[in-house]
């Protein structure tokens, strides 16, 4: 079977080049010109191909909307911006991040990475403690014992999505507030502890328990699978 990607490049020889050497490692590549229409698009493909100078939205804007339309589906950034600070913005809601020029062979040995890597967390149902599963296809989360579905609210569920595209990692509190707000976090802010003490409610046994979000005090939080 033919893995499916979505590729979104605005120059026609790169974007042409790029599909032909794909598409004869045996990918199903759809190309689009911007980043117009994509969020119809991306819950059809196993992964996002997404430049970053795009006519229009930039592909910052357009992976952000990708991402929350279709939180299990990895992107990888292709991008000639260099700078560390392009290459931590996007990593914010990308999965990797490609500077050109680029050598096809490392292009799709990062995307069977990223594939490989989807297809095992988002694999059915994912498992948290004893008594919680997430279905990231439905976007649901189910309480085990009863299977009664649980219901979060958009932020809440955002949050717990973002937690499980980053599974084990130590995530920064500013990180995770940017990456779901989209604006700059300020020192002090509740906002999010708010949301993800209110997030503990609903998934933890005991609220206090920290059996599935972890807070690491002055850091910030992880959600060990």
């Known amino acids: 079977m033919k893995r499916n990607i979505l590729y979104i490049e605005d120059n026609e020889k790169i ?9 004869q490692r045996g990918f199903s590549v759809q190309w689009l010109l911007s980043g117009e229409g994509a969020e119809k698009e991306v819950n059809q493909h196993e992964i996002v191909i997404l430049d970053i100078m ?16 279709a939180p299990a589906v990895p992107i990888l950034l292709l991008s000639a911006r260099t700078s560390i600070n ?7 809601f ?6 050109k020029p680029f050598h096809t062979d490392e ?3 990062r995307l069977e990475v990223l594939i490989r890597r989807s297809g095992r967390t988002y694999s059915g149902r994912i498992s948290l403690g004893n008594h919680i599963e997430v279905d990231p296809g439905l976007q649901m989360v189910y309480d085990k014992p009863t299977g009664e579905e649980i219901i979060l609210t958009g932020k809440q569920h ?12 130590v995530l920064p509190k500013e990180q995770i507030y940017e990456a779901i707000w989209e604006e700059t976090y300020i020192t002090g802010d509740k906002t999010l502890m708010v949301h993800i003490h209110r997030l503990r409610q609903k998934l933890e046994r005991h609220p206090d328990s920290q059996e599935i979000i972890e807070t690491l005090k002055g850091i910030g939080y992880r959600v060990k699978l």
């Open 15 to 23: 974007g042409q080049w790029v599909k032909e050497e794909l598409e």
């Open 54 to 69: 795009l006519p229009g939205l930039d592909g910052f804007t357009v992976g952000k909307r990708l991402k929350k339309a």
């Open 86 to 92: 392009d290459k931590v913005d996007g990593l914010q």
């Open 94 to 99: 990308a999965d990797d991040y490609l500077t």
């Open 107 to 109: 292009l799709v040995a």
């Open 158 to 169: 955002q949050i717990l999505m973002y937690f499980l595209r980053h599974p084990n990692q």
